[in-house]
């Protein structure tokens, strides 16, 4: 808006030479911009100040308003710049643990044992069941499905049910060697799975560890 004209509304505003609505809306401007209250009644206590005096306060005023601004436009800016770099910061972090736990992974977890039930048909009277984990990469060399058939094929007769469960290695001719039970099972049971081990398919591999249920 035009310093000399605001100069003249302020005039005729404290000389009553405005309208009703005009002066309303004086008023109103006056309420929502303190500078420009400030500039009413500072005129109204110097009745005789000139156009040119009055311009001049009407510069200072706004060149306080643009100071201002610029001082709250630099305050935002500042902070936002902090957030963006305080964002940044955490997601590196993030980034970073993500990196080592993928790179150090948990030793006692790979060395769990789970047990896995394949889906294979279950063999009549005998099952075998992979115990599987980081210490044990043993497997029947023609798949657990053909072992559990030649289970089923070659197992005793008569005999008690129960489990049993067997760790082994595989020697260079991918035989069983070094059976052991590791969990106290029947007698009658420990000596026929070791003998449908001893007598069975190849394996591949380097250690095995499987539980036998005879049902």
Known sequence: ???????????????GELSREEMYELEREALDDP????AIDGYRLQQRVSHRQLSLLQQR???????????????YFGWQRLGVAATACVLMVL???LLWMRNH????RGEKEVQVELAVPQA????????????FDAEPAQGWKAFNAYLAEHMGNELPKGEVLLA???????????????????????????????????WKGNTGKIKLIFR
């Open 168 to 202: 082994f290695t595989i020697d260079e001719q991918g035989r069983p060697a070094a059976i052991r039970d590791t969990e106290g099972a029947v007698a009658e049971l420990l000596a026929e799975a070791k003998r449908l081990l001893d007598n069975g398919p190849t």
């Open 95 to 97: 980034v970073l643990v």
């Open 1 to 15: 808006m035009n310093n000399n004209y605001l100069i003249i509304r302020i005039q005729r505003y404290l000389n």
């Open 35 to 38: 500078l420009l209250q400030d």
């Open 124 to 135: 009549v009277g005998i099952q075998a069941l992979p115990i599987t984990g980081m210490a």
């Open 105 to 108: 992974p948990d030793p006692q």
């Open 61 to 75: 005023l706004a060149d306080r308003i643009t100071q201002q601004t610029k001082e709250r436009h630099a305050f």
